[in-house]
């Protein structure tokens, strides 16, 4: 099987631009969620999706959305760019075998954000 | 609450010494605890995992450890070797409404084993 895929891998914008992020999941992975990564704050929660729905969601601004399609792909969009989001955004994919979220999380390699 | 702590934040062993780390969780509601390890320029992937049901659970030289009285579970790594250089995260599952919940990671132990 295919692993979990993002795109692009390597983003740069300014300050003020939006952005949208891709991440592909492990065909038959019905949950994807999303992380920020940055050597202050570490890895931090974004948001998780399963089945075109937004179950959870972490202490991030407005700024940052996301959808999931119904072939279970995600994309993430952060409007209004600011240097600090500035980060590696990873997205993982897992079974949610009933509905949870207790099966293995598999990562995709990123997509690193540069904000000038 | 999301506290997650995770201890210590570096560690430095010779190479065929034991490390431990241990995490320390405020959710008394959580029943899946996890750890990743990341490697320089890499993405996280799981190493051991464990559920609520068990204390201890051991994978060759990985070893998680349990104790849900005193929320904080432990990764031992037994007889280090280079290659287990990496920074390593718990993350245990916060319960939200229903049957979901997210992953709050630790904030990462970079571990060293010196040839």
């Known amino acids: 099987k295919a692993g979990v895929t993002q795109t692009p891998r390597y983003l740069i914008k300014t300050r003020g631009q939006q952005v949208t992020l891709s991440c592909s999941p492990i065909?038959?992975?019905?949950?994807v969620s999303w992380y920020q990564q940055t050597p202050g704050q570490g890895l931090q929660f974004l948001f998780e999706?399963?089945?075109?729905?937004?179950?959870n969601k972490g202490n991030f601004p407005g700024r940052f959305s996301g959808r999931q399609f119904s072939n279970s792909r995600s994309e993430m969009n952060v409007s209004t760019l600011e240097l600090g989001d500035s980060a590696l955004y990873l997205c993982?994919?897992?079974?949610?075998?009933?509905?949870?979220?207790?099966?293995?999380?598999?990562f995709g390699p990123g997509t690193r954000l540069t904000v000038l | 609450g999301e506290n997650v702590e995770q201890h210590p934040s570096t560690l430095s062993v010779q190479e065929g010494d034991s490390a431990v780390i241990k995490c320390t969780y405020s959710?008394?509601?959580?029943?899946?605890f996890p750890w990743y390890k990341q490697e320089l320029g890499k993405r996280p992937q799981l190493i051991i995992d464990?559920?609520?049901?068990?204390g201890e659970k051991k994978d060759q030289r990985i070893a998680v450890t349990l104790n849900k009285t005193a929320k904080h579970f432990s990764l031992h790594i037994t007889e280090t070797q280079p290659e287990d250089s990496a920074v390593y995260f718990c993350?245990?599952?916060?319960?939200?409404?229903?049957?979901?919940?997210?992953?709050?990671f630790g904030q990462g132990t970079t571990l060293q084993v010196k040839p």
């Open positions: 993982a994919s897992s079974l949610a075998r009933g509905r949870a979220l207790t099966d293995e999380q598999f």
């Open positions: 065909s038959g992975h019905r949950s």
């Open positions: 999706y399963f089945s075109e729905t937004q179950r």
């Open positions: 959710d008394s509601a959580s029943n899946y």
């Open positions: 464990i559920r609520s049901n068990v």
């Open positions: 993350a245990p599952l916060l319960h939200g409404s229903g049957n979901t919940g997210k992953l709050i």
